[in-house]
């Protein structure tokens, strides 16, 4: 089959790989319906994250099972599946209070820009639609694989709800479906940071109801301005940096929360200042397979539409020119048709 | 009047003082009933905490009014009164929310260690005892206005209730209140780690349900090993260093949740190493206001004796001695009679 090989930093190639197989009782192989660039694959590409050898790259799938193991018994050939990047049991004490993504036999799954994929533990991990949706319904669905189930997480972590007043850090796919995510939580005030036209526009279709344009502390000055001096109730970090968690944190009020999910690069807390700050700090790898049933309802009766996201879409073959295009941020992110 | 001065690292005198007055017409003055040596006292008296001057000590009170300033509505000389560390005005939008130690107006109070006290914003702060209560009651009073609260704080972040195993790092006064808290919250089981003998039969007498001598990387591995490998739902952190925390941190399980309410000394958190473990973080100064018509109600009816920290009683006049014997670890908590 055809997938994508990182060699190096700027360096994505489609190549031959192998087709995969079941390996364990429990794997499923699924078909890829269509596949994605994700933010966090822009890490390695910049040459931030090291990449000891060439990786095939990929953690978000959708697609139609087309082969399950022995000891599979609620996934069946021929379903229109999706997982997340982390394959989990679902039954462990960790998974049913929550936390998929930190399962006791949790598994990456990677490679997934690819025609083909293999998901370990598949009763676990894999959630099947009713029936084979219409292709227009892919993108949004192929969005709850990643970055809409870790929005939605990152709203959940910051107690995002009625009454509540929301800030998002980071106008990227995931901090753009956290807005979404806020919105059908049910927050009163949904307020974007960003800088990028195309992105506000998609921030206020998703349901933010201001956008601040300045960043660091005048950003942070800016969300007290907007909530009487105090802060917002719940602020989501969707980007992983010092500065972006600064912010984060700066914009909440004491007793509010912070749901984390960018993938944390170089921050370190000081303890101090987080104590007096009183905030309460939750995030992590989202655990997306908690909110797969919910987000495959939404998403199905058209509720919501995750899949706007995608504002390029190449062929899987064109893989290196939609991963230039969101490193140079012409594109938020980059559907692969495989 | 006579109080207590900290001069030096080391230095504790108990001097002649002005007594206090009504400034503010939102003021109150009490007369002390007793005086207490806090944990947190220890770190300017052990030099980690610079002491730019002679400083007047201590900031747990309660005693009986002797004077209100023209503007106080709840409060009358004559009641006996509990108040804490941060003076709140309780109608604010932060005290609403339950944070009156990061009230909009609040105001420290210092000084305690003493015969009087100047409570700023009485009535928010102040919580009157519905008659004034039997001698023996006293140091039970005494101990709400900050170490039972920090430890119920510090239990109530961390989520102590049915169902849960709670761990607690540190021993002290706050540590062992905090096993207090999560009984009475209704934890299932409760992992006192300590190895001192005395302190670890008053963990037992709270409510303990098992001890742990270990510290450090061993403390987490036996945290572990009792939790099915797994970590506690709930640590409470209640020392403030960076090996108490890493401490916490290792023994909370994902999704789980810890209190941190040792005041920080130099704790540095890594970002990445916080991401992947999935915990809830909140603490900071207790919002102790928020829980004292509880634990007045919990100590009137005699349903919890906090006052058992203490464990030593000097005269105000010997304050030298029991700061000494904190600080050497042979009191836990030192009353001082006025």
Redesign the interface.
């Known amino acids: 089959m055809r997938g994508v090989v990182m060699h190096a930093p700027g360096d994505v190639r489609v190549e031959q790989r192998d087709d995969p197989k079941i390996v364990e009782p429990t794997d499923a192989v699924i078909r890829m319906s269509a596949s994605c660039v994700c933010g966090s694959d822009l890490w390695p590409y910049r040459g931030t994250d090291g990449l000891p050898a060439p990786t095939p790259m990929g953690h978000e799938y959708a697609g139609i099972v087309e082969e399950v193991g022995a000891d599979v018994r609620t996934i069946r050939p021929g379903q229109f599946v999706i997982g997340s990047f982390f394959a989990s049991d679902n039954t462990c004490?960790?998974c049913r209070?929550?936390?998929q993504?930190?399962c006791?036999h949790r598994q990456p799954v990677r490679g997934a820009q690819a025609q083909y994929q293999r998901v370990p533990l598949a009763d676990g991990t894999l959630v099947a639609t009713p029936e084979v949706p219409d292709a227009d319904l892919v993108p949004d669905y192929l969005a709850a694989s990643d970055v809409l189930g870790t929005g939605w997480f990152g709203a959940t972590a910051a107690q995002a709800g009625p009454g509540k007043t929301v800030a998002v850090v980071g106008d990227g796919a995931v901090g753009l479906l956290a807005v979404l995510a806020a919105r059908q939580l049910g927050a009163e005030r949904i307020i974007a940071m960003s800088r990028h036209e195309p992105r506000q526009k998609l921030a206020l279709e998703f349901g933010a109801t201001d956008i601040v344009t300045e960043r660091g502390e005048e950003g942070v000055a800016r969300i007290k301005e907007l909530t009487?001096?105090?802060g917002a109730h719940s602020v989501i970090e969707a980007v992983g940096t010092?500065q972006s968690?600064a912010q984060a944190l700066g914009s909440t009020?004491?007793?509010g929360h912070v749901g984390?999910v960018g993938?944390?690069?170089?921050?370190?807390?000081?303890?101090?200042a987080?104590?007096?700050?009183?905030?309460?700090?939750?995030?992590?790898?989202a655990p997306v397979r908690q909110y797969l049933p919910q987000l495959i309802k939404l998403i199905g009766d058209r509720t919501i539409e995750p899949g706007k996201v995608f504002d390029l879409e190449v062929p899987l073959e064109q893989a290196a020119e939609g991963y230039k295009a969101m490193d140079e941020r012409r594109a938020i992110k980059t559907l692969l048709r495989v």
């Open positions: 004490e960790i209070a929550g936390y993504s930190a006791v009487n001096g105090l010092q968690m009020r004491p007793g984390y993938v944390s690069h170089d921050v370190a807390l000081d303890g101090r987080l104590f007096y700050s009183h905030v309460h700090l939750h995030g992590g790898p």
